[in-house]
């Protein structure tokens, strides 16, 4: 199946269509509109797109508002991911075995260490062990069987722009009031 997905994203318009779906939800028209392109193409695209599973349709009365399947869009890309496979003591740290994988770049804050890079790629890295995502920093967590690690790099998505202004009237008269 993802090879599927990479070929419907072949298409500069689809790839567009998902730029655009990121940041918001928009119905067929309206994400027409914003590509600049006829109602017909866009829903040709947006179907091809649904066939493989990246956008989804929720229909709200008689309206279908489309947007993207970010979990189904994330696992075609985990086809680019690096596999390592590590061998350390059992009781040994998840920061020993990751000073094992080449291109892991470790920063240590305080009594803590932290992945601050993957093949220099600087971020913020979190770890999930066996899919969930522990509370214990890197060099306490001890390993004592066979686990799967993912190392994440968080990338910030802009959900919500608030922007407040702050008048000193404004806090004279809340005082006042």
């Given at each position: 199946m993802q090879g599927e997905?990479?070929?419907a994203l072949g298409s500069k318009t689809r790839v567009a269509m998902i730029k655009c779906l990121l940041h918001r939800e928009y119905h067929v028209s309206g994400l027409a509109r914003a590509l600049g392109i006829s109602v017909p193409v866009a829903a040709k695209?947006?179907?091809?797109?649904?066939?493989?599973?990246?956008?989804e349709n929720e229909v709200f009365g008689k309206t279908h508002v489309l947007r993207v399947n970010r979990n189904r869009l994330y696992e075609a890309m985990d086809t680019f991911s690096d596999e390592y496979d590590v061998e350390v003591e059992q009781g040994a740290s998840l920061l020993s075995a990751l000073k094992e994988v080449a291109g892991v770049g470790?920063?240590?804050?305080?009594d803590r260490e932290y992945i601050v890079s993957i093949d220099n790629e600087e971020g913020f890295y979190v770890y999930e062990v066996n899919g969930k995502l522990p509370d214990t920093p890197i060099n306490e967590y001890k390993l004592d069987k066979v686990q799967e690690i993912e190392i994440k790099r968080l990338v910030p998505v802009v959900k919500k722009?608030?922007?407040?202004?702050?008048?000193?009237?404004a806090k004279i008269e809340k005082k006042q009031g």
């Open positions: 997905i990479f070929k695209h947006v179907k091809i797109l649904e066939n493989v599973g990246v956008l470790l920063k240590r804050v305080a722009k608030v922007r407040i202004k702050v008048s000193t009237t």
